[in-house]
């Protein structure tokens, strides 16, 4: 306990560096250390110390400003594979707005599967609460893709428009279908930037044809007297986009909703801490991505090696 002979020894700084960019808190790291060498006495160490080498850590990084420790991060994506892309838009006053980047990796699955998009955007992930953006769609198993990913200083139709134009340049391909929100910004940039692409919010299911679904509308208004109701007029005027009748007009990949998004918020919200500054924010979205691309390989394992599970209406699953 004597100050003077307590340190955190090189293997030990590197093992608390792994634990922590594997969103291990840092009562847990420091309990899987003391595992490893049979007990807190034979650490060297404290947990105040443990707590200490971290926050010294986080000012090294973050030494040079923001802007430099982020342009540093970059750099060494790039240095390691020159196929990253990365965007930055900035303000009148020379300082960065908005942030999108995506890996070699994100890039490949965009060009094969991008043809059909899911975008949303979620805070609370993020020191500054700047809503995270992110482009996502499903592979040939299904699983989740990550197409890129933006930090957005606001939510208007100027800074979506540079979104969208910034993942069209990415790989130069548009979708043709894509899931949104109900937000008129969004809607409106889709309209400037991908105008031939069918913008969809989600389905009502039930009815195969136009015209079962409109008689079905109308009953229901009749029903409820509810003809003059603003919050049933306004949605009707879009109803190409959330009605099944009309969505299944498009190739969805099966998509529906924005359920894929929310999923994947959700899944970046558990692993994601707001008190992470941005280099940290970075990491931490690499192992959450990484996590997915790890059910893929599963899957792509399961499908060469497996005999596919087959349902039969009506059945239990067979193998």
């Not at 391909?173 to 989600?202: C, E, G, N």
Request: proline share 3%.
């Amino acid at each position: 306990m004597m100050p003077s002979q307590r340190k955190v020894a090189a293997t030990h700084a590197i093992e608390i560096d792994l634990a922590h960019e594997s969103g291990l808190r840092l009562k847990q790291s420091y309990e899987l250390l003391s595992k490893q060498v049979g007990g807190y006495d034979n650490l060297g160490f404290t947990k105040q110390d443990h707590r200490n080498y971290l926050c010294t850590k986080r000012q090294r990084d973050m030494k040079h400003g923001e802007a430099a420790s982020l342009g540093r991060y970059f750099s060494r994506q790039l240095k390691e594979n020159p196929s990253y892309y990365f965007a930055t838009q900035l303000d009148c006053e020379e300082l960065i707005n908005n942030i999108f980047w995506a890996d070699a990796r994100m890039i490949i699955d965009h060009s094969h599967f991008g043809d059909v998009i899911t975008f949303d955007t979620t805070y609370s992930t993020n020191r500054d609460a700047r809503p995270l953006g992110v482009f996502l769609g499903l592979n040939h198993h299904r699983e989740t893709v990550v197409f890129g990913s933006a930090l957005l200083y606001d939510e208007t139709i100027e800074y979506f428009v540079w979104l969208f134009k910034t993942l069209e340049a990415m790989s130069e391909k548009k979708p043709i279908t894509i899931f949104t929100d109900q937000d008129a910004a969004m809607s409106a940039t889709i309209k400037v930037v991908m105008p031939k692409t069918y913008h969809a919010l989600s389905c009502i299911y039930e009815y195969d044809g136009e015209d079962e679904f409109l008689t079905a509308w109308n009953e229901i208004l009749d029903k409820y007297d509810v003809r003059e109701n603003k919050w049933l007029i306004g949605p009707f005027k879009l109803k190409e986009k959330w009605a099944e009748v009309y969505v299944k007009r498009t190739f969805t990949a099966e998509m529906k909703t924005i359920q894929l998004s929310e999923i994947f918020n959700a899944d970046l919200k558990d692993c994601l801490r707001i008190d992470l500054n941005i280099v940290e924010f970075f990491t931490n979205f690499e192992r959450v991505d990484n996590q997915k691309r790890d059910k893929e390989l599963e899957a792509e394992y399961n499908s060469r090696h497996k005999f596919p599970r087959l349902r039969l209406k009506g059945s239990p699953m067979l193998n």
